[in-house]
């Protein structure tokens, strides 16, 4: 991270003390999802004054995604950088491969 700022950008970000702490606990984070850790480490350079350029460059994201986690801080603080729900279909099946007593199982061709 650079202490000199070389330019600006349109997305200006400060960090509270605790956002800082959060956003730099995840950024080091082996455990979490690569999203969320890549969105944290958007977030912490933006807000040292990067711009979207260098910071695309440095987390290897386009910069349009630089842009858009950036601007969902700036709107939603931290629940910013959660997913969004999908379009799409519901899923019929959990994803913990236990059905609902109510819900049928999935069929299997029998042969015999």
Known sequence: M?????GKTSIQIELNSEERAELERVSRSM???????QR???VLLLADGETISETSRQTGLERRIVRKWGSRFVLKRQAGLDDEPRSGRPARFSPRGGNEPEQAGMRTSRFG
């Open 2 to 6: 650079s202490s000199n700022k070389k």
């Open 31 to 37: 455990a979490l999802p690569h999203r969320q850790v």
């Open 40 to 42: 944290a480490k958007v």
